[in-house]
């Protein structure tokens, strides 16, 4: 796992909430203690670091919605392509005329290359939000969605 600019800032709202909260135990140890106001405010703005920090890390390596929901989108219409494919290439398997055959052969092939083509757009679509995912999968190969 590579550190990211999103793992530093999480860790940085992490540390500065730490950092407020040991501010906060040696202000309560000096010679004149801070106020009870002093104190609250510092207590919550440790509280509101932490926070921050933690929401920063639960965000981390999570797919954004709307790519995922174009990824299944362009998916679908795969399935789509592919059943019509599959229909042509059996209507062709009960034709007997060659000149038909061969027609429907180059409908299919055209079919076939839609659906190439949408399934490496959906890699790419992947790509763009989870590359490590796709990285993993692919043995490190950058250009997993291209021939």
């Avoid at 920063?56 to 990824?71: E, H, V, Y």
């Avoid at 005329?97 to 076939?112: N, P």
Wanted: aromatic share 6%; hydrophobic share 45%.
């Amino acid at each position: 796992m590579r550190i990211t600019s999103e793992h530093l800032m999480a860790g940085g709202l992490v540390l500065a909430g730490l950092g407020v909260t040991v501010y906060l135990g040696v202000l309560s140890g000096a010679d004149q203690q801070p106020s009870q106001a002093t104190s609250a405010l510092l207590v919550v703005l440790a509280g509101i670091f932490q926070f921050a920090g933690a929401a920063k890390f639960n965000k981390i390596g999570k797919a954004d919605p709307g790519l995922a929901r174009a990824a299944v989108r362009r998916l679908i219409r795969m399935i789509r392509r592919a059943n019509e494919a599959r229909l042509i290439a059996e209507a062709a398997y009960e034709n007997s005329d060659a000149a038909e055959i061969r027609k429907a052969m180059g409908r299919v092939s055209v079919e076939l290359s839609y659906v190439e083509e949408g399934l490496t757009e959906a890699v790419d679509d992947w790509n763009e939000f989870h590359k490590d995912a796709l990285r993993k999968l692919t043995g490190g190969r950058e250009d997993a969605g291209s021939n």
